[in-house]
């Protein structure tokens, strides 16, 4: 380890999982952890980060140009606890020669779990059930109670942006005998036509689908990427699952579809203005909500932990980092 590494200190903006946190102490680096509930806050995140080498950061922290510059030349890599890191100025990064990573494969099948969760609450109608029973609503068995889209053996589930997550969710959709239909690089691979998916474009996805479910990256490409057209071309009993970024949709475009009856139901796990969710989708039914819990997995959070500081660890030893992201020209 070089004199360089010995002194290097790594700012953790949060408390790391158990396991992570005690792999972080055996790397011998010196640290200093935001320990305060979480979301450090911005100007204290300023000052903290002054002089560090290494910066672990949650999704909800913006690593920008300014915070690059408050940290100052010795800060060599910026470790995000996500996958997603558009909260990242990656750019910024390489220009001051930065190196970020994310935390890629290590939580797919728990996001797809949680996206196969509102799939099905939100088609059969589960969380409208639970509140209309725990209301002590009077009710007998009815042939049209809580009558939902039938899931399984012949709806068809539109993969936005098949890759690692969206194909977890293709492997649990076949299990439940969905027609899968995708967009996205991989939706031509070997992989997709083995599980029976059928690559189109997004015009026939959003116009065949049952349910819709998102799982690309946001970049400034996918901004939006569904508005007040694209939820207009769905079917309106379409289902729309979103686990992958609030701002992919334009949430007050949702809010009236869903109202209108322009869809028919959303499962939603991210929010355009996140942590805020437009009032109007907490007022209808027809919308299932989740706090951004899609990797909130015990044993997955350690596996992210776990991720980020052997990415720190690896750079700031003067090692290739185990999963760099990469910057596109
Ligand atoms: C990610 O990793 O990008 C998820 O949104 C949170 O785990």
């Known amino acids: 380890m070089s004199s360089e590494t010995t002194d290097a200190r790594v700012h953790v903006t949060f ?4 396991g992570a946190a005690a792999e972080l102490a055996a790397t011998g680096l010196r640290t200093s952890v935001y320990a305060g509930p979480t979301g450090e ?7 903290n980060v002054q002089g560090a080498s ?9 690593i920008d140009a300014e915070l690059m510059d408050a940290a100052g030349p010795s800060l060599r890599v910026v470790a995000n606890f996500a996958v997603g890191y558009d909260n990242v100025d990656v750019r910024a990064a390489a220009e001051r020669g930065i190196l970020v990573t994310n935390t890629p494969g290590v939580l797919d099948n728990a996001t797809a779990d949680l996206t196969l969760a509102l799939l099905l609450a939100t088609a059969r109608r589960v969380v409208e059930s639970d509140r209309f029973v725990r209301a002590g609503n009077p009710w007998q068995w009815e042939p049209d109670l809580f009558v939902g889209l039938d899931v399984s053996g012949g709806a068809t589930l539109g993969i936005v942006g098949l890759g690692r997550i969206g194909m977890a969710v293709a492997r649990r959709a076949a299990a439940f005998d969905l027609r899968i239909v995708a967009t996205g690089s991989r939706a031509s691979s070997a992989e997709a036509a083995a599980l029976g998916i059928r690559p189109v474009e997004l015009p026939e996805l959003l116009a065949s689908s049952d349910v819709v479910s998102l799982h690309c990256p946001l970049t400034a490409e996918t ?11 769905m079917k309106p009993t379409a289902v729309l699952i979103n686990t992958a970024r609030g701002p992919i949709v334009d949430e007050l475009a949702l809010v009236e579809a869903l109202r209108d009856g322009v ?3 959303a499962g939603l796990d991210v929010y355009e203005w996140e942590p ?3 009032p109007g989708l907490l007022t209808l039914p027809n919308v299932v909500t989740a706090p951004h819990i899609g990797s ?7 596996r992210m932990g776990s991720l980020a500081v052997q990415n720190v660890a690896a750079v700031l030893a003067g090692q290739p980092a185990v999963t760099p992201v990469a910057v596109h020209a």
């Open 223 to 233: 901004r939006h990427l569904i508005g007040a057209a694209e939820l207009r071309a």
């Open 15 to 18: 408390e790391l999982p158990t």
């Open 263 to 265: 869809i028919g139901a």
């Open 41 to 47: 806050p911005r100007s204290e995140l300023l000052q």
């Open 296 to 302: 909130a997995g015990l044993a997955t959070r350690e």
């Open 276 to 278: 805020a969710v437009s």
């Open 54 to 62: 290494g910066l672990i950061a949650l999704l909800s922290d913006r």
